[in-house]
């Protein structure tokens, strides 16, 4: 089992910067590859961006390219995304999973692809 806590939502203005958190404890020791998803009211979780599990790839959606980084300290158990330039329709809830999947290849884009899940946290972007 794998527990996951995401934080550091809130909120932010068009083109300011805000640094989420996910720290993950449980069965950390197997390293998972971790992604970030998001929700927006009235729309399907989609995809953000994914991390391997010792951090050296990583794959985002178009929309957040150039934009946000993901990153891990696996000493912290933590994983972040950094999200800069934000846009009003960044807001959203915000959250972390593990794959289900040891292997990075091909980068799991799908919910369905991941086992574990954090409770979300909100952005809200205004303009």
């Known amino acids: 089992q794998v527990q996951l806590v995401e934080s550091g939502g809130g909120w932010g203005q068009a083109g300011g910067s805000l640094r989420l958190s996910c720290a993950a404890s449980?069965?950390?020791?197997?390293?998972?590859?971790m992604a970030w998803f998001r929700q927006a009211p009235g729309k399907e979780r989609e995809f953000v961006a994914t991390?391997?599990?010792?951090?050296?790839?990583?794959d985002y959606t178009d929309s957040v390219k150039g934009r946000f980084t993901i990153s891990r300290d696996n000493a912290k158990n933590t994983v972040y995304l950094q999200m800069n330039s934000l846009k009003p329709e960044d807001t959203a809830v915000y959250y972390c999973?593990?794959?289900?999947?040891?292997?990075?290849?091909?980068?799991?884009?799908?919910?369905?692809?991941?086992?574990?899940w954090g409770q979300g946290t909100q952005v809200t972007v205004s303009s």
């Open positions: 999973a593990a794959s289900k999947y040891l292997i990075y290849y091909p980068p799991r884009l799908f919910p369905h692809e991941y086992g574990y």
């Open positions: 449980g069965r950390t020791c197997s390293r998972p590859n």
């Open positions: 991390i391997s599990g010792n951090g050296g790839e990583t």
